[in-house]
């Protein structure tokens, strides 16, 4: 089956630093790939969508300049946290999906510790 | 706008039991409906879907889900609870758009004893 990689899986920073995370589509082409954010036993919030090629479209509430989307080619989109806090620590989860079939793939998910 | 409810936050069952986790949903026009499991620390597995068609679904791992139109509900089953399946699971709806965007319910935590 189709395979979306994040990457890291886990990382643990600093207060104050910037952490990427990516999300890379393995055997397919992704236009429009969602970032979700996961607190522990909670359900997924949708972050924002991202748009191969353009900006991303962000959800309300959510900070565009904390949480910066690129999506530059059709398998990756990365999730840039700028300037995290304790507060941003959570467990982030991205989907992708297939440009032909229009199924939806989740990546394994990324584990956020901001110190 | 859609949205989709899990009036459970735990389900217990028995191993060998049947089991069932709940859930309903709220949607303008034809619901697409899905079911998905998270085990700890992990992604989502997908395990069914409702599009169209019949109105039983059977998905991964033996699992099958109900769709009543009448009761607008989405019910996720399986005949026979495993130990392994314990984990979280989620229901979702599209949304109205064209995005593919899901909308999530709140998660059961499924715990099937020995």
């Known amino acids: 089956g189709a395979v979306v990689s994040q990457h890291p899986s886990r990382v643990i920073c600093k207060s104050g630093t910037s952490v990427k995370i990516e999300c890379r589509s393995l055997?397919?082409?992704?236009?429009?790939m969602f970032w979700y954010r996961q607190f522990p036993k909670q359900s997924l919030m949708l972050m924002a969508t991202?748009?191969?090629?353009?900006?991303?479209?962000?959800e309300q509430g959510v900070e565009k300049d904390k949480f910066l989307i690129n999506h530059a080619s059709l398998t990756l989109s990365t999730l840039t946290v700028t300037s995290a806090h304790p507060e941003d620590s959570s467990f982030y989860i991205c989907?992708?999906?297939?440009?032909?079939?229009?199924?939806?793939?989740f990546g394994e998910g990324s584990r956020l510790t901001v110190l | 706008a859609q949205s989709v409810a899990q009036p459970e936050d735990q389900v217990n069952v028995a191993e060998g039991n049947p089991l069932t986790v709940k859930c309903t949903y709220s949607?303008?026009?034809?619901?697409?409906l899905f079911w998905y499991v998270q085990y700890p620390n992990r992604g989502l597995q997908f395990l069914l879907k409702?599009?169209?068609?019949?109105?039983l679904v059977k998905g991964s791992y033996g699992f099958e889900a109900e769709f009543n139109k009448s009761q607008t509900s989405f019910h996720l089953k399986k005949p026979s609870a495993l130990v392994s399946d314990s984990a979280l699971y989620f229901c979702?709806?599209?949304?109205?758009?064209?995005?593919?965007?899901?909308?999530f319910g709140q998660g059961t935590t499924l715990q099937v004893k020995p």
């Open positions: 989907s992708a999906k297939d440009r032909v079939a229009g199924e939806l793939f």
């Open positions: 055997d397919f082409q992704a236009t429009t």
């Open positions: 991202s748009n191969e090629g353009s900006k991303a479209t962000y």
């Open positions: 949607v303008s026009g034809n619901p697409y």
């Open positions: 409702y599009i169209t068609g019949d109105n």
């Open positions: 979702a709806v599209r949304d109205g758009s064209n995005t593919g965007k899901l909308i």
